[in-house]
């Protein structure tokens, strides 16, 4: 499978290369050229399996004949075994027409986890095969991180530096980054916003004599490889809700947009998907992008649901380039007035396009905690604030005609404060993760200033290659 970039200016790469990549040279996002089709019956057939098989038969097209299948299976199966649920990612009734696809039994309780495990042992595999070593950077508003570390803790090719913002991120989160004492990872408190966090990773990838030095790569979801996991509970839960027979409708707590993303994917590759809802906390840029075609940033509020509070959501790339036909100079020009005016506007036959697939709603905070403790009166179920978020939205947006999932993206003791104000309940963390607030913290606080990271990251990496 070749893979190119949504600027339509870079190399075009095979899986394993755009694996590495992370993001293209010209500063685009890697896609397949084609998207795999599966038929109805391909996809009836996937009925009834477990997740790793399911996972085999939606990841193989993308990765093509690159890996081994034995060796692609193993590393599936081992990635999926770190998960405290049989499952993987269970499918839980909440309602007669809505159900919530739980995404956190992973080890750092979040969605990410789906992704990560298997990111750490594929660019692990491709390193060895390679005799390399790599740098890798990540931006984290706090889950990416702590799954990050934690699936690449133990990797012998990698040195991850992963930048948060500082003080901006859960207890729980930060602790998950800070904590885990590997030799070759480092948590870095960046003094600013997610936002800037991310910026300063792309420009790492753009500044090209850095890039190639230190040999970097990333694992947000810039990074095509997390996107395609991601699509696989996609089609796991439609099949068990009866796909492809029937249609089924999304919810997805969104920031970077790579989450719904990945559901735009699922459909692309035939997976009956009626609609995808966009759900936004109070940073709603999305929300406000779907109504009024015009995308444009404005200051970040920092919300009970903090992994979502974005502005720059760098997924939305993709999809402006697949709703517009794939065409990568409007591409370029939008990201151009991005970058210069903080705001573009989406020509109105692409805003069409995005507008037959996806929808959007926002909620604000009291909206939120409303939502946490209804869902515990309704359901018994405790959830988390990104989920709530989600979970608020997908009320505005049900039809009796197909079943509404909602993503839950994160454990409720990720959050506990927020979770006990709204519900009374203090959720526990599983016993994995006992002891994990009173352990010792390892973390550098920088100022969001390139030259200075480049200079932090060559002396740590040199330290340690
Ligand atoms: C718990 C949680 N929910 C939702 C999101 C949003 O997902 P995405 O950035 O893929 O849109 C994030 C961050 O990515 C998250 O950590
Ligand atoms: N919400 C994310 C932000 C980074 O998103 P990613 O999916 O691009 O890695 C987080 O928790 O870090």
């Not at 293209?24 to 795999?36: S, T, V």
């Not at 009024?292 to 380039?321: C, H, K, W």
């Not at 079943?403 to 203090?426: E, N, Q, R, W, Y």
Request: glycine content about 8%; charged content about 20%.
């Amino acid at each position: 499978m070749d893979y190119i970039s949504t600027r339509g200016d870079a190399p075009v790469l095979n899986f394993s290369d755009a694996l590495l990549a992370g993001l293209a040279a010209d500063g685009g996002l890697y896609l397949p050229r084609e998207w795999p089709a599966l038929t109805f019956e391909d996809i009836r057939a996937l009925r009834g399996k477990p997740y790793q098989e399911i996972a085999f038969a939606i990841l193989k097209p993308f990765i093509g004949g690159e890996i081994a299948d034995d060796r692609l299976r193993g590393m599936i199966d081992d990635a999926y075994a770190t998960f405290r649920h049989q499952a993987v990612a269970p499918v839980v009734q909440a309602d007669s027409n809505r159900f919530i696809l739980e995404l956190f039994h992973g080890s750092t309780l979040a969605f990410k986890d789906v992704a990560m495990q298997l990111l750490a042992r594929l660019m692990d595999h491709v390193l060895a095969e390679r005799g390399q070593r790599a740098t890798i950077v990540g931006a984290t508003s706090g889950d990416t991180g702590g799954a990050a570390i934690d699936a690449f803790a133990a990797s012998t090719r990698t040195d991850m530096f992963i930048l948060f913002p500082h003080g901006k991120v859960s207890p729980v989160q930060q602790r998950q980054m800070t904590t885990v004492g590997a030799a070759n990872v480092h948590a870095l408190a960046i003094e600013g916003h997610f936002d800037d966090c991310q910026n300063l990773v792309k420009a790492m990838f753009a500044d090209t004599s850095f890039r190639n030095e230190v040999k970097l790569s990333g694992v947000n979801s810039i990074n095509w490889a997390r996107i395609m996991a991601q699509v696989v509970y996609y089609f796991t839960s439609a099949v068990s809700l009866g796909a492809p027979d029937r249609e089924i409708d999304f919810t997805v707590p969104t920031g970077n947009f790579g989450d719904i993303f990945a559901g735009y994917v699922a459909k692309k590759m035939g997976l009956p998907i009626g609609r995808l809802i966009i759900a936004t906390n109070e940073n709603d840029i999305l929300a406000r992008t779907l109504e009024t075609g015009r995308y444009e940033m404005r200051g970040v509020q920092a919300t009970t649901s903090p992994s979502m509070d974005i502005q720059i959501s760098s997924n939305f790339e993709r999809l402006l380039f697949e709703a517009s036909a794939r065409d990568s100079e409007y591409v370029r020009r939008a990201m151009a007035g991005l970058k210069q005016s903080g705001a573009f506007d989406i020509e109105s036959e692409t805003l069409k396009t995005i507008r037959k697939s996806f929808a959007a709603g926002r909620t604000d905070e009291d909206a939120v905690a409303s939502e946490i403790k209804r869902t515990l009166e309704e359901t018994g179920l405790l959830i988390d604030p990104h989920t709530a978020v989600a979970h608020a939205v997908a009320r505005q947006h049900e039809r009796s005609q197909a079943p509404m999932v909602v993503l839950s993206t994160a454990h409720p003791a990720k959050f506990p404060a927020a979770v006990k104000s709204a519900s009374g309940i203090d959720p526990a963390l599983p016993a994995w993760l006992a002891g994990l607030m009173d352990k010792e913290e390892q973390f550098s606080v920088l100022s969001p200033d390139l030259d200075m990271l480049e200079a932090f990251i060559r002396a740590q990496r040199g330290s340690e290659s």
